[in-house]
Every structure is written in C-alpha cells, then in structure tokens.
C-alpha cells in the first residue's frame, strides 16, 4: 500500500546515532552540502560504514532531520554541551517523524502520568494498535516492521536518558534553562513536558530566562 499520510518507519534507518550525525553535521549544514554528501558517501571519510547502501540510507535521514529545523535551530543547537544537544536531537525526532511523536504522545506522556511510569514495547504496541485504526498504511505494516520501529524508539529514548536502561524507568531530561530556551522562544512549550518536567519546573525554566 503507497504511504499517503504522514508516517513513515524510516525512524529505524538510524535511530539517534548522537556523535556520527554530530560528526556530519558541518557536512549537513554547508553550502557544498549535496557535493560533500556525495563524495562521503563514495569514499566513506567519515561516517565509517562499510556498506554504500547503508550510507545512503544514513545520510538521507540526517538530511531529513536537518531540513526538518529552520536554521536558527541549527545555530543555537551548535552552542549547546553535551546534554543538551541529546535532548534537542530528540526534540528533532519528534518533529521529523510523525511516528515517534505519537509513540510519545500516546505511551511515553501516558505511561508518565500513569501510577507504574516505565516503559515496554508492549506500550508502543498499544499505540501502534491506536495509530493504525486511523491510518490504513501503518495498519499494513508486518508486525516485524512495527517491532522494529518500537525498538528504534525505545533506543532513542535510552540515548538520550530518558529511559533507564535496566529497569524500563522513565526520567525527566532535565539540563540547564539555556538548553529549554529555542523551544520557549519559539512557541514550542509542549515540548518541556515532553522532557517529563513537572509544571514548577518549567515555570522555574521560565522565569530563569526572563
């Protein structure tokens, strides 16, 4: 079935992959972008992945994520430690596939606000279940594509600490004000609780950046 709506699972191209897009990142943003993507993906100087075809498939989300941002986002996120830059690079998931926004809408927030706040891909089979009453092209999908995409996810989140790793715990992401502020800024408040922080805690954020 052609995909006519808005999700895609090509989330599991290459997950969050933190230091090899940081790495790329120069590459992504510069003028030469198209010239410099193709000679990388040739010669492999960077990315050191041994298939040509995985390069591809890598490289093509990178850029999707990248021109998924306006190019102020790009300039702040360049000024930002360690921390911070795992959460904005989630923050660019969840704007760049439509299925890791609802998994987290869905099952992350829920399971939050819920008495038992972890997480399983039983979640996120739940949510697909949701996803794909509304959506015939997701309700096409093998049940080895869907698990597939609930383990990307699942990943991601543990990359970026929000996950723990071996107790399926879920954790605010929790950094300095300067890290919330391009979200603040640009009318983007959802996704401070999205990061789990508690109503004092944004209002804290908030008034720090006043």
């Known amino acids: 079935m052609p995909n006519l709506g808005p999700y895609s699972a090509s989330l599991t191209a290459c997950g969050l992959q933190f230091n090899e897009f940081n790495l790329m990142l120069p590459i992504l943003l510069s003028d030469d972008r198209d010239a ?77 606000n819920s008495v038992v706040q972890t997480l399983a891909k039983p979640d996120l089979m739940m949510a697909f279940s949701e996803i ?10 093998t049940d080895n594509t869907k698990d597939t995409v609930a383990k990307s996810f699942l990943t991601i989140l543990r990359q970026v600490g929000m996950l723990d790793l071996f107790n399926a715990q879920l954790k605010p992401l929790k950094a300095q004000p300067q890290a919330y ?30």
């Open 132 to 141: 794909a009453v509304n959506d015939a092209f997701v309700d096409s999908w």
């Open 181 to 210: 502020a391009y979200y603040l800024n640009h009318g983007e408040d959802w996704f401070l609780e999205a990061c789990l922080l508690q109503t004092y805690e944004i209002e804290q954020i908030k008034s720090a950046l006043l």
């Open 36 to 112: 410099l993507i193709k000679h990388e993906i040739e010669n492999n100087d960077t990315l050191h992945i041994n298939s040509h075809k995985s390069r591809q498939r890598v490289i093509a989300e990178y850029k999707r994520r990248v021109d998924a941002m306006p190019r102020d986002f790009w300039t702040w996120y360049l000024t930002l430690d360690e921390q911070a830059k795992r959460i904005a690079l989630l923050y660019v998931i969840l704007k760049t596939y439509r299925i890791a926004f609802d998994f987290h809408i869905k099952a992350v927030l829920r399971k939050w």
